[in-house]
């Protein structure tokens, strides 16, 4: 059996995701991870992982790997994917590509020009009950879709982190702007927008409310109204204003309209599939998406999303800020 050898950059929440995941899949080998975090990287040695890093660069001078998995902050999406690609390893990126229009597309030149391979991070559409929804699109079950609602309602950076009986700090990044390159429309709505293209094409015009309730530089809610090449309108709503998760998409269509939801799983049954898998059903999707990556590296294929899908999603976060319609 082939395998292929990765690399992780970055153990924050989803850097810890992958590892786990990666250490669960047959054909995959976690030769080295790199984080700050000291206390990440003793959990990563624990895990079997041999070399650790502080450094992301030395991590990329290791011949023997051959893919890297980049979960760091957006601002940080720049220097290590293009560092990556020159080093000549295929790059799986964390969503948003970057904080800016002008950043995708210099990694974008960079993956090009060093020809290796760049994958974006959304999971949604290896999700089962999203993967059916466009079936039923492609076969024509529901018909013509007049118009969807995407619907991604989270706690955001404000769910409670606890560490025992200590509260963990909310990382000083997620309020920067300037490092983020935005607020939850960033954040969420690029998953929805990318779901939603894959769905119903280009995006051929968008417009936003978007909502300030804890008084911050950024927003932490959106409505978006986007208008797609295939003639359907969608309406976006993203926000980080309740500790209540909700993920929905719903269609309605000419011949049917139908929804699907992604929830996660109660308390038992996510313990149960821990111990069957080593992951639970609501992280199922997250798990494919790093199989099929894996799979790409070993067969050569060229993976989806790519980098030229994180670049529409972000022109089209991008004009969406610009036409905010603010309402009284």
């Known amino acids: 059996m082939k395998t292929a050898k990765l690399g992780i950059i ?3 929440y989803i850097g810890q995701l992958h590892l786990r995941h990666c250490l669960k899949i047959p054909n995959a080998k976690v030769l080295a991870v790199a984080d700050i975090s000291k206390k990440a990287l003793n959990k990563a040695k624990k895990s079997g992982v041999k070399k650790t890093f502080t450094n992301y660069e030395d991590l990329l001078k ?9 979960g760091l902050p957006t601002h940080l999406h720049l220097n290590c994917a293009i560092a990556a690609a020159e080093a000549g390893k295929d790059v799986f990126l964390e969503k948003p590509i970057a904080r800016t229009v ?3 597309k210099e990694i974008i030149s ?4 060093n020809s290796v391979k760049l994958m974006m991070g959304y999971h949604m559409r290896f999700n089962n009950e999203f993967i059916a929804v466009k079936e039923k699109i492609k076969n024509g079950l529901i018909g013509d879709v007049e118009n969807a609602h995407a619907t991604f309602i989270s706690s955001g950076p404000f769910f409670h982190r606890a560490e ?4 963990v700090p909310v990382p000083d990044w997620w309020f920067n702007k300037e490092l ?3 607020g939850v429309l960033v954040d969420l709505g690029c998953h929805m ?3 939603l293209r894959w769905y119903f094409g280009e995006i051929t015009d968008i417009r936003s409310h ?4 804890f008084n911050m530089n950024f927003e932490d809610s959106a409505l978006c109204l986007a208008k797609f090449n295939s003639g359907t309108v969608a309406i976006i709503n993203v926000g980080w204003f309740s500790q209540e998760y909700l993920l929905r998409i719903d269609m309605l269509g000419s011949v049917k309209n139908i929804s699907a939801q992604h929830s996660p799983s109660n308390p038992i049954e996510s313990v149960v599939q821990m111990i069957a898998n080593g992951y639970t059903k609501f992280y199922q999707a997250h798990f494919d998406e790093m199989r099929y990556f894996i799979n790409c590296i070993i067969n050569d294929f060229v993976p989806s999303s790519t980098g030229q899908d994180g670049l529409r999603d972000l022109e089209a976060i991008t004009f969406a800020y610009k036409k905010n319609i603010f309402l009284i």
């Not at 960079?110 to 020009?113: D, E, L, N, S």
């Not at 025992?164 to 509260?167: F, L, Q, Y």
């Open 10 to 12: 970055g153990l924050g």
């Open 62 to 70: 290791e011949s023997g790997i051959d893919a890297v998995i980049i």
């Open 102 to 104: 002008e950043e995708a």
């Open 110 to 113: 960079v993956v090009q020009k």
């Open 164 to 167: 025992g009986h200590a509260p």
């Open 180 to 182: 983020t390159g935005g």
């Open 193 to 195: 927008i990318n779901l």
């Open 210 to 213: 978007l909502g300030y309730r």
